[in-house]
């Protein structure tokens, strides 16, 4: 518990509100829980806190590809097929790019109001406001409280393939890439950086010609990969498959939902998921006070400040070793 909480009975009781409520299924604290979050509210932080015992159940899959791949589509009927299973579903569709909720992101929204209908799934769309790592430390805020609240699996939706979504993409257990056919560019996307951490292609809109070329060439791509090749045969072993689907005529669509499940399992029975877990739980921690300096940094300076050390060290008047070494010592960084 926080020492506010113990200090005034007040706060601790908005908290348990919050809190309590969110964990026994209501809609309307994790959509409170998820504003507090975006609008970095310090508050969140305590209530997060509490949650983090609660969270650490569901499945998180990352959906990434270019623009207009197919993407959001797909995940409708994913998330239909999931509630078929019985499966209470989060979604939360990140736009690194737009300091807005963009346009494709409110066409998103429209598409998955008939879902957004189910008391059993949850959507949220979220903005970067801030840097690349706000917006991931966000997004793993958000799917935290999503997680505590009993949505399994959640589902983040990505686009583009540069390095706000490879960041975001640390937060899922299970990477799927999609690629419409004919679209070179996203094959070159794909070699330059997405394929290390893909664990399942889909090549959406198979009811369109070039369909299966896409699929071979993604299927070279991955048997050209050196550190597939190199794999330990002794341990367990995920083969990437790369999946075709149809979402607008639902074609396809119960065998990636398959494949996801598939790769849960995989990563439990090889123990991945644990150590993965670890080494996320101390990038974490790292993250926030990495964080938490820079916000005491940015209180305690003024620009015309940084102004004046700029010039002056540029002007060899003064060195960045003392600067830095002053600013350290009025943040309270002891040496
Ligand atoms: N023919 C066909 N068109 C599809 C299919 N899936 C999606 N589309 C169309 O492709 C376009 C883009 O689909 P979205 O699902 O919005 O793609 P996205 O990847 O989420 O797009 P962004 O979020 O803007 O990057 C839309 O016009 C869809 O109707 C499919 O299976 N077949
Ligand atoms: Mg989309």
């Not at 056919?181 to 394929?195: E, N």
């Not at 877990?277 to 990038?283: D, E, L, P, Y």
Request: charged share 25%; with cysteine.
């Amino acid at each position: 518990m926080c020492r506010l909480t113990a200090w005034l009975p007040r706060c601790r009781c908005i908290l348990q509100n919050i809190v309590e409520r969110l964990l026994s299924g209501d809609r309307r604290a994790l959509a409170r829980m998820v504003t507090l979050i975006e609008n970095e509210i310090p508050a969140a932080r305590r209530y997060l806190a509490e949650l983090h015992q609660h969270a650490g159940h569901a499945h998180i899959v990352g959906v990434t590809g270019a623009p207009g791949a197919g993407k959001s589509t797909l995940l409708t009927h994913l998330v239909r097929e999931l509630r078929r299973r019985d499966r209470k579903v989060g979604v939360v569709a990140v736009d690194p790019t737009s300091p807005f909720t963009g346009g494709a992101i409110l066409g998103d929204r429209i598409r998955m109001m008939e879902l957004s209908g189910d008391s059993n799934v949850f959507i949220r769309s979220m903005a970067s406001r801030g840097n690349l790592g706000g917006l991931s430390a966000a997004t793993r805020d958000v799917v935290r409280a999503m997680d505590a609240a009993g949505y399994n699996p959640i589902m983040i939706e990505t686009v583009g393939t540069g390095q706000a979504e490879v960041e975001v993409m640390r937060t899922a257990h299970t990477v799927m890439v999609v690629a419409a056919p004919g679209m070179g560019d996203d094959i070159q996307a794909i070699k330059a950086g997405i394929l290390e951490i893909a664990d399942v292609f889909v090549v959406s809109k198979a009811d369109k010609p070039g369909a299966d070329q896409t699929v071979a060439e993604l299927a070279m791509l991955l048997s050209l990969d050196p550190m597939r090749r190199m794999h330990d045969k002794t341990r367990p072993y995920w083969r990437i498959p790369v999946l075709k689907t149809a979402a607008i005529k639902g074609q396809g669509i119960p065998q990636v939902v398959d494949a996801m499940q598939q790769h849960y399992d995989y990563l439990v029975e090889s123990g991945m998921l644990a150590s993965r877990a670890q080494r996320q739980v101390r990038s974490e921690v790292e993250a926030l006070v990495l964080h938490a300096v820079a916000n005491a940094l940015k209180a305690k300076t003024t620009e015309d400040e940084w102004q004046q050390l700029v010039d002056d060290i540029t002007r060899r008047e003064r060195d960045p070793y003392s600067v830095a070494g002053e600013l350290e010592e009025r943040i309270g960084l002891t040496h």
